[in-house]
Each structure stands twice: as C-alpha cells, then as structure tokens.
Nanobody
C-alpha cells in the first residue's frame, strides 16, 4: 500500500516562506509524475505545480516565480518551496503521485496540509 504524507504547513505572515514536504512510502515500481494541488475554502481544487519523471515542470501562473517544486528521487520525497506568500495562497495543499505499483498504475493522494497566510 502506497502512502503519501505531507508536512510543513502552518501559519505565516504575508511575504513569508514555507517549505512543504511529501514523503511517499510503499511498493512503488515507478514514478510518472508528482505534484501539488491546493483547495481554498469555497473554491475548486487547483493545480499548483507538478513535475514529471523526466523533470518537466508545470505550474499555475499565480505561483510563477514564487513557488519551486523539487524532489529527492532516492528518498521519494517531493518538496514545494513557497516564497513571497500572500493571503490568496491560503489553502489546504495536497500532494499526489502517479505511480506504477504492482499490477497497475494509480494516482495516490496525501491527506493535505493547511497553509494559512495572515498578518
């Protein structure tokens, strides 16, 4: 069974920074892509930033130049460095992984971590 566990969320003042982590564990034969989505209260879930197995990155225009996705391939950990945070970044951030697992290819989700940007 594959599990994704996020950490690093919290309360930060506008202009501050946070780094989110997402640790994947379990029987993973291959990684197609991993990434971060977020959902603010009353809004639909939206893509934040994703990275493919060959390092192709996609990101939302709203985070361009402020957020950076990276990964530790050996440890199966995904990171999201978030700088210059503003109140509009307040949301629950969830990581996902599209993995090859025994017998199938599946998308797995973490439980989410809350990010709150407020003075």
């Amino acid at each position: 069974q594959v599990q994704l566990v996020e950490s690093g969320g919290g309360l930060v003042q506008p202009g501050g920074s946070l780094r989110l982590s997402c640790a994947a564990s379990g029987t993973i034969w291959g990684i197609y892509d991993m990434g971060w989505y977020r959902q603010a209260p009353g809004k639909q879930r939206e893509l934040v930033e994703t990275i493919t197995s060959v390092g192709i990155i996609m990101y939302a225009d709203s985070v361009k130049g402020r957020f950076t996705i990276s990964r530790d391939i050996a440890e199966n950990i995904l990171y999201l460095q978030m700088n210059s945070l503003n109140p509009e970044d307040t949301a629950v951030y969830s990581c996902y992984g599209y993995f090859a697992v025994p017998g199938s290819k599946r998308v797995f989700w973490g439980q989410g971590t809350q990010v709150a940007v407020s003075s």
